[in-house]
Structures are given as structure tokens and as C-alpha cells.
């Protein structure tokens, strides 16, 4: 069966400023869906903050194993029920991978519990990235390291808690590092933020890029065996009172 | 230099149940102050929900190092924008203890991302607390396992993240057992849950809690020289572009 | 392809004492295979000491995927260049499943770097066994905890590093704590260590110990399009010298 | 009581090389005992490999709260069964700080079961260590991020088990990366890795060197009220058989 991606982005390529289409002709949502399209082993839906409800309706979830978040400029646009309603499926076991500027997205400061603010300039750097976790099956088949011609620059201290696996970390030209891969788990849902996939730059070309990308949407994907309660439960004694 | 430490409950003395009183005379925030109070190296000051602002006003939180935090009834009664308060303070470093049914408080649910739910009932059972980390600050001085007469029973799954550090779990005669002593870091902010204290039972008179929760109040202690800005910032080049 | 599973024991079925097979007829080692055998996703094979260097050679471990340790009495007869082979094996990507009394076995401690020493005593007591971490791929299908009618009691503190991922705590009616199921990353190895399994009791005809132990062959399977040198080496400049 | 700091090298000033005592004139052994002398909150001892049992003795080690190690072309000389001594007292509770070419030394490849190796090369880089948990003690003081202006290039993969916290991460000129400042716990003991020290070159003179290193010694001490035995011990039951 299918793994179930729903690509989210704050704009639909109708809404996407000309300077972004000259790079993705289909915007950055239509760039990352076309990472994950046209493989038997994904089913992909995408979904835009202008629909109803955000895209993200109770149905869409429901048939959503894993969410991917791309947004920058539209963060405070997206209804605070939303943001709840996401984070209620990751806790009940939904996957959610988290693009680039998405790491202030209220969807990750609510998961996370901290700001997830960081330093940053726009400066078209070159950026490589270190492979940390080699093992690791989000890593499965990427080099040691691998280049971006240029990225945004993305820089430490990266306010998040230590992540449950670091995956990579980033070097840039202009001096900077940043954890660039990471792993959370919350609830019954797994998280990956990735650093790549500033809007008019090409990392969304990259194979490398790519490949990480479907592998995350893999593991992250809900183990549909399993259900949960959110709230706290009354349990009677699994051994008799002395 | 004492540490500043902020006893915070949703009662008050005079607000407390007859049953607490029996129990504790000065009630829960009593008790937890008088674990802290007479010792030159802590200040103490007790607030509680009913007064103004919750009692956690900017000028209070501004002298506080570490925030000791016990609800249970009236989570939903704490003002948004007082929790809001609390977690950014947390951010930026000061140390938060989390007693007992403090654990589906809004404050500790958001600084964790999770609903932070468990399994529990009321049956006086005993538990006993393994020390996990014996290396580990906050377990300095106490014996490899304690027990408490009485206490309610907490159970996994406990839905929190995993623990920074694991450093206590309990046993329990009813058949469970709970992470009952978890250390996790957030922002700059240290944060410590400590699952003893049923308002009805006397765990607070345990001298071993005792010694952990000022042990803990030691280590989660805000470091004065530090300071942040929460927000994301523009960082100009460490290195000439080439 | 299927996974390729080594399980090696300090005694074969011949070996083994009559109170063992009294329980296990093929004997331990025989029990475990008998996880394994059958199932098309896995090549089993079985491995024990008395064979010409230990049944270890260097040919058996280039086949294998996953190596799975039940020793207890002869941990001081297994030749450390043996240990050595082994743990170079794990370190290169080989996987190591560590059961029961395997927990002070030399290769459990040389990938450790601690003793893993314990407390325990042999008292036949119930084990419930609670599963912490439910969306990990080894608790897949396992339910929120399940019981062992007779185990050997292990108990905190368990002396290991603090595992990457704690999946398990087990409760035993005689009034200890244990963690039960533990994963580590070393190299670009994978181990779980698991508690249950003494000699003389039927844990491994559970079948919750069976999935778990399935589970986990799957998830520390070695992934061969990784290889790697395990010494440091000399690397050019990824820039130039400015 | 001071913290008892053991500083210990495979050379001593006299065997030192010339192009050592260029850069220091006390050697490496007396350029890091120095960061540490004439403090009253430490107190200093010298030791090196050419002593008899390495300068190690029981008495020596009996008597020290934190053994510093700095090692580079005499790994292989350390007498194995020092090597198990020193492994065994810090698992009892000393602690360990691991400086630069000593990640590949017999003694922290045996307290992190892997080999510790990397990818590493001499062009005096400009390295650039940002900070990556402000708030953990051994980071008190120190800026966001600091410069060496030259150090040895030490790049990832880093062959260590994750680390316990990651304090801080190393930029390279000539384009990698590297995690820095690591913390693990091995038994009771801590345990700290930093990478700065290439005999020829100045880092030990940098003054967040020196301070990162003094805090990391107040971090690592032994705690003198804990003591413990290494194996496994008969307990017990805690509870009546019902």
C-alpha cells in the first residue's frame, strides 16, 4: 500500500511571486510534490493555506501519512484550529517533515516547545552537507557529504531541543554550521526538519536533496496498526491489593 | 548568591480542601515552600492562581531562577497569555520543576509539544524509585531506591518526549511502573518532572524528596549571565564572500 | 533478499544441561533459531562456542545480517580475537541482538564501554514488560504491555550508557525495575539488548518475545549498500586555501 | 576541597619535540596543567607515559577527581592493563576529558566501544566553534562562538557514539565540519571530548579554550559521596512472594 503524502505549502503556484516561478515553474509546492510523484510507493495530495480550512480538512488528514510543511512569509496566516488539528495527528501518530523556513512555522514551535528561531542571511552560499548518521535509513544511499551551489544561510544556535537523531550538518562559505537534519519523535509521530529549499534557489533539483526527502516520507509514515487516546486514562490495578 | 525560587500552586492555604488540610496544614503550596524555606541558599516566594495575574507578573518572574509549578484541578483556569509568560521566561532560562499532576498543566504541555498524558489511579499504592542516574546532580546524596507509603499511581505511557535525561522510575505495588524523574532543556531553560505529590498523601514529607527537589532547584537555576532574544536574526557574513 | 540471522549460543543443543532442555529440548540456541526458521524474510543460521573459533569465522559474519548472543556461564571462554572480529563486524554495519544474561557478555561490554553489571536473583518472579516508545518499528504490532509468567529478576541500575532509544521497562512482582529493551548505535551497527530469556524458564515461547525479537532482526539488519574503513584517514582540502 | 585534576601526556616537556617546545615551552603536559595551576579551586598533578605504570598508579588515580589526557603518536604504548585501570576508575566515578588527538587513544576507544576515527588534515585552518547548548555549565561564559587561528582539520563522520549533549560544533576554511565539544556518561563517570590541541599550534593559549576546559573539569569531577561496585550482585527480593 502506498504511503500517503500531503504536500502543504502557504502559497499554490497561482500565488507564487514571479521570482519563485522562474526557478519552480510550479512553485516551491509543485517542486517538492514532483519529488514524491510518479512513484508507486507514494500516493501525493497537495494542499494550500488559500483553500478551505487551510487544505487540511479532517478528511485530508485522515488519509495523510505523512505532512509536508513548506511556509515563510504566511507563518501568522495559518488559523491557530489548524495548527491544533495538525498537531493532534502527528501526536496520534501522523508523520510530518518540516522544509527549510518552516522552522518557524507554529506547527513546529508547537511541537517542538521552543522558538526554533535561528540566525540567518541571504547571500546565495554554497552549503555542504555532512552525512552524521550514515545508517540511519533517512541517510540510505546519500554520500559522505554532498554540496548545494547555494542556499540560504541558515546558522547556529538553532533553538530546538537536541533532536532524537541528528542526521546532518551543514557547513557554509560564510562561516557558519547548522544541524541541518534532524529527527523528533512526539506523541506516536515521527518529525524530520531539513535545512535545503530556500524559494528561489535550486536545492529542490538536487538528487541528493530528493532522495532524502523520500526516505523521510518512509519512516516518518504512520504505522496505521496503531491508535491512540490523547488524554489521560483511568486504569485499574493489574495486580491485587495486598 | 541565593537561587530565587517561585513556589506556584493553584491553591492557596485558605483555598485548599479540608482533605489537604488534614494533610498538609499550609496546604500543597506550603509544603513545597517549606522544602525550600529557612536555608540561606534559596529565597522563597509563593504565588497561586487567584491573585492578580496569577500571581506570575513579569516583575516576579523577572526575580525568579526557578518556578516550582503544582496544579491539578484548575489547569484550564490558567490564563493563556500567563502560560505564553511562563514558557518564553523558560526559554530564556529560567528553570521550571513540575510536580506530580502538574504533568497535563498547559505550561508543561507546551514546553514539551505532547499532551504529556499517562494511565493512573487512586489506590494508596506503594512505589518505590529506582535512581537511574546516580551521577546526576539532582540524584546526589540520595540512596538507589526510596519508597513512599502512598502515593497515586502514574503509568505509561507516559506521552512525553524522550527524557534529555532519565534519571528515576517507579514501581509500583498495583503492577506499573512511570518515568517518575525526567530532566529535559529547553531554549536556555532547564525543566525537571517529579511525579510525587497527591495532595492527599504525604510524599512531600519524604526527606528524599526533599533532597531531590532542592538538588533540582540547584541544577534548573537560571544562569544570570546569560540573556537571548527569542526571535530569529540577520547575521551578516562571518567570512568575505569569495 | 532476506535478512541473514547468525544465532549463537555458548552451548549447542548436545551441551546443554538436562534442566534446559527439560524446558527448550532443542536447548536455547534451538529455541531462538526456532524465532526465526520458516519465515521467507530470514536465512538462519546457528553458531556456538565449541565450533572452531566459535562458529565466528570471518566467512559466517560476511554473511550475516544480524548476530544474535545468548551466553551466561562462559562469557570468559570466547577468545577475545573473537570479540574483536565481532565487534569490528557491528562497527562496520553488521547488527547484534544481545539477550538476557548475554547483558555482561564481552561483546556486550566492549561495545558498551561500561560493565552493564546489574542487580538480579532467580526467584521465578512475574515480569510485565510496558512498551514506552509504541511507534518504534521494533514494538510494531506488540501490545501496551504484555506479562512473562516467570522470569529471572534483573534491576536497576542497569549499568549501560543511556541507550539511544529506551523501548521498554519491565515491573516484577518482586518489587524491581528494569529496562527491559534498550537500542544503541555504535558504528554503523545496530544492537538491542532484551532482557528475557532465562535458561530454565519459557519466555522465548511468548509470543510477544518472538515478534519483538522478529521486529528487531528487521530493524538492526545490516544495510549492505554501506561499507566503510574503521580508521581515521587523511583528507584533502573541500576548499582552497585562501 | 578543590577539584584533584590529574594532567597526563604521552610526553613530558624533556621528551617533547622541538617543534613542540617552540610553540610550548612546558611541552603540551605543561601548556594544559597550566590552564589549571595557581587556581585554588584546582589542584594539579603532572603524570606521562615514561613513569613507571605511566604515572598512573592506583594511588595517583585514587586520588583524583578528573584525569586529563592529551595523546597522539604513543597510543599503542599505553599498557593495556593501565588502560583497563583508568576505564574502571572512571566507571567508578572519575572523570575523563579527552583532548584532541586523543579521540583515537586506547582508553576512549574503549569507553566508547567504537573506534573514534575521522577524517583529518595539517594546513593550520582557521576553526571557528559555535556553541551549541549556551546553558550547560561547561559553556558558561562563553560567546556564542569563538575562532582558533589555526588548528588541525578533524571532519566527520566522527566515529562516536552520539554524545550525551553536543556542546558545540567546529567550522573548517577548508570546508568541513565537526562536532566539537561532545559529553557522554559511561557508569558513574563523565566524560568530555574537545578537539583543540594540535601540538604545533597555539589553541591552548586561546582563552575560551581555557575556560571551556576549567569548566569542564568543575563538570566532570568525581562525585566523592558516590562509590560502587563494578559487577553484578545478588539482591534480594523487595517484596514478599504472595
Redesign the interface.
Known sequence: MPVSVTVWNEDCAAESAEKVLAVYPQGVLGAVAALYEGRPEFAVRTAWLSQPEAGLTEEVLEDTDVLVWWGHGKHHLVPDEIVTRV?RRV?R?MGLIVLHSGH?SKIMQ??????C?????E?K?KE?I??????HPIM??VP??FELEAEE?Y???F?I??P???LG?????????F?SACC???????IFYFQPGHETLRSYYNPNVGLILRNAARWAAR?R??D????????????E??
Open positions: 498537531q501526536l501518530g518557524e508547537r511541537l517542538m516547545g521552543t522558538q528561531s535561528l540566525r540567518w542571511h547571500n552560499d555542504r555532512f552525512v552524521i548518521e550514515p545508517s540510505r544511499g559522505a557529504w544561510m546558522g547556529e544556535r533553538d531541543p537536541a532524537d537523531a541528528l550538518i551543514g557547513w557554509y562559505e560564510s562561516g557558519d554550521v544541524r523528533f519523535e512526539r506523541g506516536y509521530g515521527k504505522d496498526t496503531l491512540r487516546t490523547l488524554g489521560s486514562e483511568f486504569a485499574p490495578s493489574l495486580e491489593k495486598r
